[in-house]
């Protein structure tokens, strides 16, 4: 690693760090010596790049530190590259084009020497024909995910049945072959799992969900690991 992507780097992990980093850990992380560290902060400070701490504390940056966020190093190129490709295979075209898009800003926006690995990355998927396409318009669910709002669906079981429910919107989950929205439903007052291609009619209502969307998150997250150590002990 070139000297100046691994001042980048370091930059980069106390950037990502909410606690001081020690030098054993960046030159751990970073794969040199610990004495390769000290001189690496001692120019970075140099620079007036805001690092506080000292050996055997650890060091922090402050975090009004205003770094351009496009410069990347090849890697964390070739990962984007690898997230689009993964992306594509989900069949969810609105998110594939977003991806596509995110690629497009970054090739106007890196410097010359970068636009190779972004031509000829050094990874890739096997190449496969997407298989599960979706017909499903994720968009709504997305905005109404990220503001909050409660939705009214239609719903086909696999049973054939026909429901109406109002739930709230905590994931979209990509599988293999499918697309589910993870939601809590009214009429249920319970986590349900909603197969896209089930749904039937859809709408974003201006009801606000009462609680915080970190919360609602959280309290899934619970219901999941509860429902995994029931099956466990069942199977068990």
């Known amino acids: 690693m070139r000297k100046a992507e691994r001042l980048f780097q370091i930059i980069q992990i106390l950037r990502r760090s909410n606690r001081p980093v020690t030098s054993a850990q960046l030159a751990d992380e970073l794969e040199v010596a610990r004495r390769t560290v000290y001189r690496d902060?001692?120019?970075?400070?140099?620079?007036?790049?805001?690092?506080?701490?000292e050996a055997?504390?650890?060091?922090?940056?402050?975090?009004?530190?205003?770094?351009?966020?496009?410069?990347?190093?090849?890697?964390?190129i070739e990962a984007v590259l690898l997230?689009?490709?993964?992306?594509?295979?989900?069949?969810?075209?609105?998110?594939?084009?977003?991806?596509?898009d995110?690629?497009?800003?970054?090739t106007d926006t890196v410097p010359d020497d970068l636009l190779p690995f972004i031509a000829e990355p050094a990874v890739g998927l096997k190449p496969e024909q997407v298989t599960n396409s979706l017909t499903f318009d994720t968009r709504p669910v997305r905005r109404a995910i990220r503001e909050g709002r409660k939705i009214d669906l239609e719903y086909r079981a696999a049973d054939g049945e026909l429901s109406h429910r109002i739930v709230w919107p905590v994931l979209l989950g990509y599988a293999d072959a499918h697309c589910l929205l993870i939601a809590w439903c009214e009429s249920k007052q319970a986590f349900r799992h909603f197969r896209t291609e089930r749904i039937l009619d859809i709408e974003v209502l201006e009801e606000i969900i009462g609680i915080s969307r970190g919360r609602l998150r959280q309290?899934?997250?619970?219901?999941?690991?509860?429902?995994?150590?029931?099956?466990?002990?069942?199977?068990g």
């Not at 995110?102 to 970054?106: G, L, R, T």
């Open 56 to 76: 055997g504390f650890g060091y922090v940056l402050d975090p009004q530190y205003d770094m351009p966020p496009l410069m990347l190093t090849p890697e964390e």
């Open 219 to 235: 309290q899934w997250l619970h219901w999941r690991e509860t429902e995994l150590s029931r099956s466990r002990s069942a199977q």
């Open 41 to 53: 902060i001692a120019h970075l400070i140099g620079q007036r790049v805001p690092i506080e701490g």
């Open 102 to 106: 995110v690629i497009a800003k970054i």
């Open 83 to 100: 997230g689009v490709q993964m992306v594509a295979k989900l069949g969810d075209p609105a998110i594939t084009n977003a991806a596509r």
